[in-house]
């Protein structure tokens, strides 16, 4: 039985997660046709967060977003994810995405999980990762993957 919360509360937690996601106090009442995609984007993460979910499913969120702005909502992500012990279960076609975003990652075969495999790079994750030795060669061995889970 979910306990009635008071409109003050439901306030509060609106205000937190779209502090969460980096919206400003300004930004708060602002309409759909205002936001830029990267803030509508947001929006729904924030959405998504007021029912303070243990986990947190995201199906190619960032697909139509160019370069830089996946790279910052990639970023906040993380954060996100820090601060609130939040599990995301992030589903891409963008391997550096995944890389980027996983502790594992699971390579899907005709529907089924083919291989999983542990990302065992430094956390937190920085914005220099991604042009390091380590990451092309994480970069390789998920490339590798694909390709072996494709033929299958």
């Known amino acids: 039985v979910r306990k009635k919360q008071s409109s003050t509360d439901i306030e509060s937690r609106i205000q937190n997660a779209l502090d969460l996601v980096g ?10 046709h205002q936001l ?3 803030m509508k984007m ?6 998504a967060l007021i029912t303070n979910p243990d986990i947190l499913l995201l199906d190619e969120p960032f697909a139509a977003l160019d370069d830089m702005l996946r790279s910052k909502l990639n ?7 820090d601060q609130t012990q939040t599990t995301m279960l992030f ?12 502790h594992s990652i699971a390579v899907f ?5 083919g291989e999983v495999i542990d990302v065992d790079l430094p956390v937190p994750r920085t914005t220099s990762l991604r042009s390091s030795p380590e ?6 061995r998920v490339s590798q993957s694909l390709a072996r889970n494709a033929a299958q």
Request: charged share 20%.
């Open 36 to 38: 830029s995609g990267g």
């Open 91 to 102: 589903v891409t076609h963008n391997i550096s995405e995944a890389i980027y975003l996983s």
């Open 42 to 47: 947001r929006a729904s993460i924030a959405r």
């Open 109 to 113: 075969s005709q529907g089924r999980i």
């Open 75 to 81: 970023d906040l992500l993380l954060k996100i994810v």
């Open 23 to 32: 919206f400003k106090p300004n930004d708060w009442n602002k309409k759909p």
């Open 135 to 140: 990451f092309a060669a994480m970069y390789g």
